[in-house]
């Protein structure tokens, strides 16, 4: 799995895990944020978050031109120092007034900015080492590795954003309950009802806060703010480390940093020549598979959105059993290291040492649920952890099973892996759309209905079905991009799978719209699996033309 790699994909890789790992700590608690300080509803916390985040893929486009004319190490350095200024602006504390909305604002237009520039052109970086001839049937492979090493940081985010928010709310002797900043708000904007009055009372009390209930309702959201503003400084340390690792390994990939102006013409580098009809094929398959991921991120980044409002309202906030192993990230990150060990067994020719390792591994693990208390507390973001986990144990499984499969001539092309993904998504929301039969919605909640809190299972198995979903489109959809981008328009091909990206993103906003409406909640997830099964549906009628451009 990992033989037979250029050294460059290491150091591209660990760089982009320290990026991700400050921007998923952000996203973690980026809805929750905007609810808890500004007093946003789900729709309007929605709006927020789709356009950042379709920014964010956006710019990758812009980044992507800019490169293409003067190289895309200078822009990835850039972008850094750019998202940099824009989280620390980000980490300030504010007032919840017009001048802490215009702040945050420019922070996001700086986040969004910086990373346009670095990400998509770090990935460019990542596909041209694969030209060289020895390296080109490692391709998929190397982006494999590539994506589980994002994830690798994006698992690690949502503990980092919880372990600040406990820390902070701590030090005021109080605690997070999830219930508590939409009833504050309410409180003080004069709209609770007499039942929720009666909750927040109660809920005030469980804290032991002995003030007057205005005061109470100020000093929690001031101090819960204050917590998620120290959670977003978490990326700027992030940042540091990634910087230092881009320039500390820069000679493993120095030579991947050309475009088409400046690609070597003689020596190992596979130069392809192509015509005007080729070209014109390859861009116009790329634009139908830009058509298809576009509805994939739409409903995958629902994470942050809905998903994370669901985790909040609708599931019970403690873990029991088995599944409280999962709770603790270092117990996930040590069944990573077990999978990766039982896998090494069975590839190394020294089978002692991951052997070792396994045992080591599942010890612990016994050890962990041996002395796990009766419940474990889960706050609403630490559910994005699985995805992330999920996502970092499972690529070495789909490696195996794609690496048999070419073995005996069978594995399927990257548009077929991608259209099965959208399949697989929508399985995933069939699960969330069974959780919700019988619940009454949002609008209810917030008249003072109860939930019937589900266990967090099924949002576990829903972050478990997507990312079966998500390791068969994004990864194989950059790997398909680099692979047929004409050499001259390779930048801004890439920008463009990331200006689709941004459209789905945008389009996260229907999620959060749809659940203000007065609609049954399963509602919400079956347009989730209608927009996936339509584009699984597409992306095979179209399956002749993209796979003719990828032999």
């Known amino acids: ?65 800019l490169a293409d004319k003067f190289g895309y190490g200078k822009m990835v350095t850039i972008g850094i120092f750019i998202m940099f200024l824009g989280y620390a602006l980000l980490a300030i504390p504010t007032g919840a007034d017009t001048m802490g909305l215009a702040m945050m604002i420019g922070a996001l237009a700086l986040i969004a900015l910086g990373t346009g520039l670095f990400k998509g052109n770090l990935q460019v970086m990542v596909g041209n080492l694969y030209d060289e001839s020895k390296y080109s049937t490692r391709r998929d492979s190397g982006f494999s590795l590539f994506y589980m090493a994002i ?48 909750t927040l009372g109660r809920l005030q009390a469980e804290q032991g806060y002995v ?95 809905t998903l994370t409002f669901f985790a909040r309202d609708y599931t019970q906030p403690f873990a029991t059993g088995f599944m409280s192993l999962g709770i603790s990230v270092w117990n996930l990150a040590v069944a990573a290291i077990a999978v990766y060990a039982l896998f090494g067994i069975f590839q190394n020719k020294k089978k002692v040492v991951p052997a070792i390792i396994s ?61 099965l993904g959208m399949l697989i998504a929508a399985l995933g929301f069939v699960i969330m759309a069974v959780a919700s039969i019988g619940q009454p919605n949002p609008t209810a909640l917030s008249a003072g209905a109860e939930a019937n809190l589900v266990s967090p299972n099924w949002l576990i198995s829903t972050y478990l079905v997507l990312t079966f979903g998500e390791l068969l489109l994004s990864p194989m959809g950059i790997s398909f991009v680099t692979k047929v981008a004409p050499p001259k328009y390779k930048g801004l091909m890439m920008g463009g799978w990331f200006a689709a990206t941004a459209i789905g993103n945008y389009l996260t906003v229907i999620g959060p719209t749809l659940w ?36």
Not at 172 to 191: G, Q
């Open 1 to 65: 799995m990992f033989e037979g790699q250029p050294k460059g994909l290491y150091a591209l890789a660990l760089a982009n895990t320290g990026e991700r790992f400050g921007y998923y700590t952000m996203l973690a608690i980026f809805t929750l944020f905007l609810q808890a300080k500004f007093g946003f509803s789900a729709a309007e916390a929605g709006q927020f978050y789709s356009i950042f985040l379709a920014g964010v893929y956006f710019l990758p486009m812009v980044g992507g031109i």
């Open 359 to 419: 045992v080591a591994c599942l010890a612990f693990l016994v050890y962990q649920y041996i002395g796990l208390p009766e419940s474990t507390p889960i706050l609403p973001q630490i559910f994005q952890q699985f995805n992330p986990f999920f996502v970092v144990a499972l690529t070495p499984v789909s490696m195996a099973v794609f690496s048999s499969l070419a073995k005996k001539g069978k594995e399927p092309s990257a548009p077929r892996k991608i259209g």
């Open 516 to 551: 203000d409406k007065n609609i049954p909640l399963w509602v919400l997830w079956a347009v989730m699996i209608g927009v996936c099964l339509v584009s699984f549906i597409f992306i095979f009628s179209i399956m002749k033309k993209l796979e003719a451009v990828a032999k």
């Open 151 to 198: 994830n690798i940081g994006a698992m690690f985010a949502p503990t980092a954003a919880t372990a600040v928010t406990n820390w902070i709310l701590g030090k005021a002797n109080l605690s997070y309950h999830a219930r508590i900043p939409e009833l504050a708000h309410n409180f003080l904007d004069d709209t609770i009802t007499p039942e929720n009055l009666a």
């Open 211 to 305: 003030g007057p209930m205005p005061e109470f309702c100020q000093v929690y959201l001031d101090q819960l703010s204050q917590a998620y503003h120290y959670g977003f400084a978490v990326a700027c340390i992030s940042l540091i480390a990634s910087i230092a690792i881009y320039y500390g390994f820069r000679g493993t990939f120095k030579h991947a940093d050309y475009n088409a102006k400046t690609q070597p013409k003689t020596g190992d580098v596979a130069v392809e020549e192509l015509t005007p009809k080729q070209t014109k094929d390859r861009l116009v398959a790329l634009v139908l598979v830009y058509i298809v991921v576009l509805f994939f991120w739409m409903a995958f980044h629902q994470n942050g959105a």
